[in-house]
């Protein structure tokens, strides 16, 4: 059974940085796509960012560009998250996800999900 874990996440102020983690387990997700999505309090899941599982090409809302990096780790099944600059509009619930991306920036494209980590930048 595939497990991701987060871990990272906390309460910060405008302007500082997070490095978001997820970790795998139950078995190799080394060459599936796996993502970054986020959710506000009363506001739908969004597409954060993503990279591939073959080529490692990475996507990202306009929202984050220039200001998150994605990156895994295979030999260590973690995907990881920077986050520099925050703003208060960054503030949620962040899941990472897996899976095989159709279009990695659709939620549905992805198989597995997990419990997600609580970001909360104060202004």
């Known amino acids: 059974q595939v497990q991701l874990v987060e871990s990272g996440g906390g309460l910060v102020q405008t302007g500082d940085s997070l490095r978001l983690s997820c970790a795998v387990s139950g078995r190799t997700l080394s060459n599936s796509d796996m993502g970054w999505f986020r959710q506000a309090p009363g506001k739908e899941r969004e597409f954060v960012a993503a990279i591939r599982g073959i080529r490692r090409t990475t996507y990202y809302a306009d929202s984050v560009k220039g200001r998150f990096t994605i990156s895994r780790d295979n030999a260590k099944s973690t995907l990881y998250l920077q986050m520099n600059s925050l703003t208060p509009e960054d503030t949620g619930v962040y899941y990472c996800?897996?899976?095989?991306?159709?279009?990695?920036?659709?939620?549905?494209?992805?198989?597995?999900w997990g419990q997600g980590t609580q970001v909360t930048v104060s202004s």
């Open positions: 996800a897996a899976g095989t991306a159709l279009v990695v920036r659709l939620s549905s494209s992805y198989a597995y």
